[in-house]
């Protein structure tokens, strides 16, 4: 089994910036994608942003240019910068990790849930 805990969320002015972390522990080994979701009230779950091991990335549209993804595999953690804020990344984000990077992306599927944290961008 893999933990994932996540820090670093909470509330901030449009425009603004935030950081995202997440600290994996327990079966480390058997993660190759760390990847960050969110959803909003009454929307459907959606993934931001993902990185491999190897350093792949990928970065929904909405979010592409504003939010970058890294990631230390010695620290077991990742980090999701995020500048540039508007109200509609208002949401829940959650790290999520699994095995497989590609089947991930391809599936939509992860192995692995954080318990989320609280992203509120202010108008």
């Known amino acids: 089994q893999v933990q994932l805990v996540e820090s670093g969320g909470g509330l901030v002015q449009a425009g603004g910036s935030l950081r995202l972390s997440c600290a994996a522990s327990?079966?480390?080994?058997?993660?190759?994608?760390m990847g960050w979701y969110r959803q909003a009230p009454g929307k459907e779950r959606e993934l931001v942003a993902a990185?491999?091991?190897?350093?792949?990335?990928f970065y929904a549209d909405s979010v592409k240019g504003r939010f970058t993804i890294s990631r230390d595999n010695a620290k077991n953690t990742q980090d999701l910068q995020m500048n540039s804020l508007k109200p509609e990344d208002t949401a829940m984000y959650y790290c999520?990790?699994?095995?497989?990077?590609?089947?991930?992306?391809?599936?939509?599927?992860?192995?692995?849930w954080g318990q989320g944290t609280q992203v509120t961008v202010s108008s």
């Open positions: 999520a990790a699994s095995s497989d990077y590609a089947y991930a992306l391809a599936s939509n599927v992860f192995d692995y």
């Open positions: 327990g079966s480390i080994f058997s993660i190759n994608v």
């Open positions: 990185i491999s091991s190897g350093g792949s990335t």
